[in-house]
């Protein structure tokens, strides 16, 4: 063997002699540590604790949110043709079937003319068949061609006056005219934005409310709105909607349903909000939401008793925030552990944290 394999298997020999004494000393020290644990495991759990007592509960709560307004719609055009008049603007209040503009109808006219006429020669063709019918003039299927034909005219002469009619523009709904996209002497086609119409004589608060809050709503329940640009002003309202599912940040969607006929203070797209007052509720037992094993579904706490936590079965009542009501199976008194539950099993000697 050369000098230079021998230095080699010495290095090598070397490197195996360190790692094998790193292995024995963190060995060691394991061990050690496993002896302390073991030690202190022998020794009382340190938890915290609360007497338990009555507290009054409080449901009331406010929500933030915007007002929407109670119908808002875009009238379109449902013929083509030139604007010849307007007679509204943006900013005037207009009524349910008002006359917002006209649209030239002149073809239109014609149309139906033709349609009324072409009505009136099918009835009098009609007659004669029915006519000569009776003489054996003209067949069966000739008479039932020139009923269906008096059919098809009067059919025609209603859309035609239909169309002819849909010439004035008329609001569909009571409101404020928000916008007007239409110029006199422009020329529009089917489907082309006309007006923007918005009902503001009543608004809509949307706000949220979570799981333990909606709980205790109800529809038609009277709120208090308030408003940050007339703070100096109230305003009522009522519940007219509570989501029966909560959304992507689990709350439930709430409108609350406002009048604004007097003066039209507010408008939509402002911010308001909502206050939920409650009747004055009985004091009740309460603990923390942290006492219960796991969550407040396990029904579930430890109580201290003689330094020691006894495990006790419960009835979980109403979520009050970071509070749960106790309906059963604690007393006005006793103690309950509200940290360190996750060391603990019935029996287990615990020490109270100062």
């Known amino acids: 063997m050369t000098k230079k394999g021998i230095i080699s298997i010495v290095a090598v020999l070397a490197t195996l002699a360190l790692i094998i004494a790193v292995l024995q000393k963190n060995k060691k020290k394991n061990a050690e540590t496993t002896a302390v644990v073991a030690e202190g495991s022998t020794g009382a759990v340190a938890v915290n604790v609360e007497k338990v007592a009555k507290s009054d509960i409080n449901l009331d709560f406010s929500s933030n949110g915007t007002f929407a307004s109670n119908q808002d719609l875009t009238l379109s055009a449902e013929n083509s043709g030139r604007v010849t008049r307007i007679l509204v603007d943006e900013g005037s209040r207009v009524s349910k079937g008002q006359v917002l503009a006209r649209i030239d109808d002149e073809l239109l006219d014609v149309d139906a003319q033709t349609a009324q006429a072409n009505y009136q020669n099918a009835l009098r063709d009609l007659e004669r068949y029915e006519s000569s019918f009776k003489t054996g003039g003209v067949t069966r299927q000739e008479l039932d061609n020139a009923r269906l034909k008096v059919q098809t005219e009067k059919s025609k002469v209603q859309s035609a006056s239909r169309k002819s009619n849909d010439a004035n523009i008329k609001a569909p709904i009571s409101g404020i005219i928000n916008k007007r996209f239409i110029e006199q002497g422009s020329y529009v086609n089917p489907g082309a934005q006309l007006f923007e119409i918005v009902d503001v004589s009543k608004l809509k608060l949307k706000v949220t409310a979570n799981e333990n809050q909606v709980v205790n709503l109800r529809m038609g329940d009277r709120v208090m709105i308030k408003s940050n640009v007339f703070p100096n002003s109230s305003f009522g309202g009522r519940v007219s909607f509570i989501a029966p599912k909560a959304d992507a940040s689990l709350n439930f969607p709430v409108e609350v349903e406002v009048s604004n006929s007097s003066g039209s203070q507010l408008k939509a797209g402002m911010y308001g909000t909502a206050v939920f007052d409650f009747p004055k509720q009985n004091a009740a037992l309460t603990v923390p939401r942290t006492a219960f094993v796991g969550s407040v579904n396990s029904n579930k706490v430890y109580v201290l008793e003689n ?39 019935d029996g287990t000697e615990v020490q109270v944290v100062k």
Do not use: C, F, P, W
Not at 307 to 336: F, H
């Open 307 to 345: 330094n020691q936590a006894k495990e006790r079965q419960v009835t979980a009542g109403r979520i009050l925030g970071d509070r749960v009501e106790v309906l059963d199976g604690i007393k006005e008194g006793e103690t309950v552990i509200t940290s360190g539950q996750i060391n603990l099993v």
